[in-house]
């Protein structure tokens, strides 16, 4: 079956701009985990989906929201960009028990 | 083996050793442990979890280890393979929650 898929893989974006990254979960999984993956901070949670409601949230401020759609499709945004926001972001789905999440490929953000 | 900070830990070893890769976790309530395999490019890939029930589980060419006296956690990874070389993150969660992930170690392997 297919796996998780981020879009776009790649994209460049400026100070003050926003984003908004995509993510198609594996089929018939529920959930959708958000990370941020940085060389210094290492894999930091953003926020985790489940049947559309938000069910945890990291320590990240405003900027960062997401949501999900009724077909498990999950997009996150980040407002007002800033240049400690470069990084990969990293999508993952799971039926939505503590298990194993399956990860996506990920979209590397660059702010220039 | 992985700490909090902001260096990697490396670890190299020979093709055909075993090697091992430590972890240590901060949250004593913590249930459910997970390792992933990440390569160059790729996002992280599920290798092996644990719950906090067992102190041992083996899978194909690889064995977790944990210890919840010390709040120890490690993976084995028997005959090491140049496949073998990437970062590998230690995760940790209490029930539902979050899993929580360490800073990984980077794994090369020589051939």
């Known amino acids: 079956k297919a796996g998780v898929t981020q879009t776009p893989r790649y994209l460049i974006k400026t100070r003050g701009q926003q984003v908004t990254l995509s993510c198609s979960p594996i089929s018939g999984h529920r959930s959708v985990s958000w990370y941020q993956q940085t060389p210094g901070q290492g894999l930091q949670f953003l926020f985790e989906y489940f049947s559309e409601t938000q069910r945890n949230k990291g320590n990240f401020p405003g900027r960062f929201s997401g949501r999900q759609f009724s077909n498990s499709r999950s997009e996150m945004n980040v407002s007002t960009l800033e240049l400690g926001d470069s990084a990969l972001y990293l999508c993952?789905?799971?039926?939505?028990?503590?298990?194993?999440?399956?990860f996506g490929e990920g979209s590397r953000l660059t702010v220039l | 083996g992985e700490s909090v900070g902001l260096h990697l830990p490396t670890l190299s070893v020979q093709e055909g050793d075993n090697s091992i890769i430590n972890c240590a976790y901060s949250?004593?309530?913590?249930?459910?442990f997970i390792w992933y395999k990440q390569e160059s490019g790729k996002g992280p890939q599920f290798i092996i979890d644990i719950r906090s029930n067992m102190d041992k589980r083996q899978g194909q060419r690889v064995t977790v280890l944990l210890n919840k006296t010390v709040k120890h956690l490690s993976l084995q990874i028997a005959a090491t393979q140049p496949g073998d070389s990437a970062v590998y993150f230690c995760?940790?969660?209490?029930?539902?929650?979050?899993?929580?992930f360490g800073t990984g170690t980077r794994l090369t392997i020589i051939p």
């Open positions: 949250n004593s309530a913590s249930d459910y």
């Open positions: 993952a789905s799971s039926f939505g028990q503590p298990g194993e999440l399956f």
């Open positions: 995760a940790e969660a209490v029930g539902n929650e979050k899993l929580t």
